[in-house]
């Protein structure tokens, strides 16, 4: 560990928490969690409010813990952890809007 890799570590984990705080407010909502900034999505859309909340938690929740794992290796391999965070970047963006359509589908009435 090189104490010049720290600011990496806390940038990532610091990205890891606010995804992390995005799947807590998920998992607290009463109404159905929406994921597109600005967009809504109406209780009469989603047959089981708390578990698709729910399911909408775990996502963040999971891509949060995939940055914080970024975060930890930048302390020991700040070059793969910048590959890893690209490939969170661009590739997990990718997975999270396919896992959210899953989930929004699923719970849809």
Do not use: Q
């Amino acid at each position: 560990m090189n104490a010049a890799n720290i600011p990496m570590a806390v940038i990532l984990c610091f990205c890891a928490a606010v995804f992390a705080a995005v799947g807590c407010w998920a998992a607290m909502r009463r109404d159905p969690m929406h994921f597109w900034a600005g967009s809504t999505v109406k209780p009469e859309e989603i047959r089981d409010i708390p578990a698709y909340n729910r399911a909408c938690a775990r996502l963040w929740w999971g891509y949060g813990a995939a940055w914080a794992l970024a975060g930890v290796l930048a302390l020991s391999a700040p070059a793969a952890a910048g590959i890893a965070a690209a490939a969170l970047s661009v590739g997990g963006l990718g997975a999270l809007i396919g896992i959210y359509r899953y989930i929004y589908k699923k719970y849809k009435r």
